[in-house]
């Protein structure tokens, strides 16, 4: 039977994949326009088109798509989910359903989807990624064995932490509670997550508690400790 970190780890990379799909499936190296237009769309990654052709990149996104519909197929004949129809719809569907595949009653399919799954998303960040500004959280390696620190990707919804130098992945549900000493203020969205509501529920939480927030309207960001519900004297959270 898995254990519960295992099933929010893969949730959050199945999440973090459906991201990254969309992003990848967006670019294309033979992309072009007449002279003196653009090309609309989101721009392809720099280095990308240096790594890929045509046929890797569809032979990627193929491969990730057909093990999607596939999961989606054995989720809706076993526990009647619906089939969201579309590859990033059906890695969210996977990822709500996760802890059914981790723990299936075929141990050969679980350990498939437990290998196919670190197989695409390894493949996902490595397309993804290029490009994208990384943050350094400043935290040490849980591997007793490693000095490196973790660093996060700063793409898609729900980005894990990696470690440069062994490779080990701490899930976005779990580094983004870890004490960052240069973020102070986050975003409206960022808060939703970290609070586990709305933007509408941080906004009316901020309103009441009187958070101390900078910006206005749409810039408008909330004191990491304040979201968090930390007590600044004693550095402990204060219960709901």
Known sequence: MSDTLAIYSNRDTLLEMADMFETVAATSPTQSAPAGHTVPGPRLPPGLAEILDVDELDSILTAITEWAEFLAHVLLDEVDAPDAGTTPGRLRSVAQHVAHLLEHDDQLLALAFADDLDEHARTLRHLARRGV????????????????????????????????????????????????????????????????????GVKMRASRGGWRKTGTGREVKYHVDDVRGVDVTTHERISA
Request: hydrophobic letters at 30%; aromatic letters at 10%.
């Open 133 to 200: 500004r990384t943050y350094r959280t400043g935290c040490d390696c849980q591997d007793g064995t490693c000095d490196g620190q973790y660093e996060v990707a700063m793409s898609g919804t729900y980005p894990p932490a990696v470690c440069p130098r062994c490779h080990d992945v701490v899930p976005w549900s779990v580094w983004s509670s870890w004490p960052h000493k240069d973020i102070v203020y986050v975003t409206v969205e960022h808060a939703a997550r970290l609070a586990g509501t709305t933007v509408a």
